[in-house]
DNA sequence: CCGGTTGTTCAGCG
DNA sequence: GCGCTGAACAACCG
């Protein structure tokens, strides 16, 4: 489920449901679920991957993490984590991080980040990215607090659509690549956004688990890299790494 | 049928 | 206190 865009998808399903009273609250999550009967769910926000319930002075966010799922007016057969009773909605969530947070989401999340936020604001992302220097960009792409949102699936084919190698580290990188860098990751989370939303997602991986590079047909590599040791899927000849001001892999680029 | 993973947090160690 | 590693969580797909 759980890269941003799905969870922008969660809320605008959910957003229906908004502005009405909690009248019950189960699940087997460890917070105190008396605190949600009979308040009035303000809106439902999004930040990355973060789904937030918003009530007066305090929030529940839910994670979704690996494995997470949730059902709206459905159930399946396990335990829910959190199960939301409205008036005629049922709202469930399953094998999720669900945390009760004290105050206004404003104080904890800095929506210039959130790649699917209309605050979103590529000039702070740009400067955030420039600080990582010896940090790889597979693992920059990761980063929660820069590029808020994205998953292994937007590292992988950002790097594939740019041309740039997953283990350039960012020190290493022309202005102009960074630009793009930023660019293109908070594109390519619009167009998974729309793909999800039209059940097209894998028809448009590129890279991403595929055997081949779509481009020059020669075998993708696959590795773990990186700190985050993440699933890596790339093309050796495509994408090029930047080094010490040159560029290694392709002498033209 | 079993191995792998769209993710994060925390304990334990040096 | 730090960075690093591995475990834990737990469900579905191929």
Redo the contacts with the bound molecule.
């Keep these: 489920?759980?890269?941003?865009?799905?969870i922008a998808i969660l809320r605008e399903e959910l957003e229906p449901f908004a502005e009405q009273k909690v009248i019950s609250a189960t699940g087997?999550a460890k917070i105190d679920f008396t605190r949600l009967k009979g308040e009035k769910i303000i809106e439902f926000k999004s930040w990355?991957?973060?789904f937030l319930i918003c009530f007066n002075n305090f929030f529940i966010r839910i994670?979704?993490?690996?494995?997470?799922?949730y059902r709206i007016n459905e159930r399946?057969?396990?335990?829910p984590?959190l199960s939301l009773k409205l008036k005629k909605t049922e709202i469930n969530f399953?094998?999720c991080?669900v945390r009760l947070i004290e105050g206004d989401p404003n104080e904890t999340y800095d929506w210039k980040t959130d790649l699917m936020s209309d605050q979103w604001d590529a000039k702070k992302v740009e400067s955030l990215v420039k600080k990582l220097k010896n940090t790889k960009v597979c693992d920059a792409l990761?980063n929660?607090d820069v590029f808020s949102?994205?998953?292994?699936?937007?590292?992988?084919e950002v790097l594939f659509r740019i041309k740039l190698h997953p283990e350039c580290e960012i020190q290493f990188l022309p202005a102009q690549k960074l630009k793009e860098l930023v660019k293109d990751a908070h594109q390519y989370s619009l167009d998974?956004y729309r793909w999800?939303k039209a059940f097209e997602?894998?028809k448009h991986w590129q890279i991403?688990?595929k055997k081949e590079c779509p481009r020059c047909k020669i075998k993708s590599v696959?590795a773990?890299l990186g700190?985050?040791?993440?699933?890596t899927c790339y093309c050796s000849n495509c994408q090029f790494l930047y080094k010490k001001g040159k560029i290694k892999n392709n002498e033209e680029h």
């Design positions: 489920m759980p890269e941003g865009p799905s087997n990355g991957k973060h994670h979704l993490l690996m494995f997470g799922t399946k057969e396990t335990e984590r399953y094998t991080s990761l929660q949102g994205s998953g292994n699936i937007i590292k992988n998974f999800k997602l894998k991403y688990k696959t773990y700190k985050t040791g993440r699933l």
